[in-house]
Nanobody
């Protein structure tokens, strides 16, 4: 059994920074790909950043140059560093990962979400 847990959200002033972590535990062979999504209040969920097994990275236009996604394969972890935060970055941030539990079986996991609030 595998489990995905996010952490690191909170309240920050505009222009500030936060880092989010996403750790997968349990029977993990490898993380194929991982994404960070966010859902602002009253809006639909949107993709923020994605990283695959080759560390190919894609960012939403709205966060390019401000957010950085990274991974630590040894720790089965994915991170999102958010700089120059704006009020419009306020949202629940969710981690999603495609996890190999064996060479041939993939689990699709979502975290519970962590709140990021950007406000003065």
């Amino acid at each position: 059994q595998v489990q995905l847990v996010e952490s690191g959200g909170g309240l920050v002033q505009p222009g500030g920074s936060l880092s989010l972590s996403c750790v997968v535990s349990g029977n993990v062979f490898a993380i194929k790909a991982a994404d960070w999504y966010r859902q602002p209040p009253g809006k639909e969920r949107e993709l923020v950043a994605t990283i695959d097994v080759r560390s190919t990275i894609v960012y939403a236009d709205s966060v390019k140059g401000r957010f950085t996604i990274s991974r630590d394969s040894a720790k089965n972890a994915v991170y999102l560093r958010m700089n120059s935060l704006k009020s419009e970055d306020t949202a629940v941030y969710l981690c999603h990962a495609q996890v190999l539990t064996t060479q041939f079986h993939t689990e699709d996991l979502w975290g519970q979400g962590t709140q990021v609030t950007v406000s003065s």
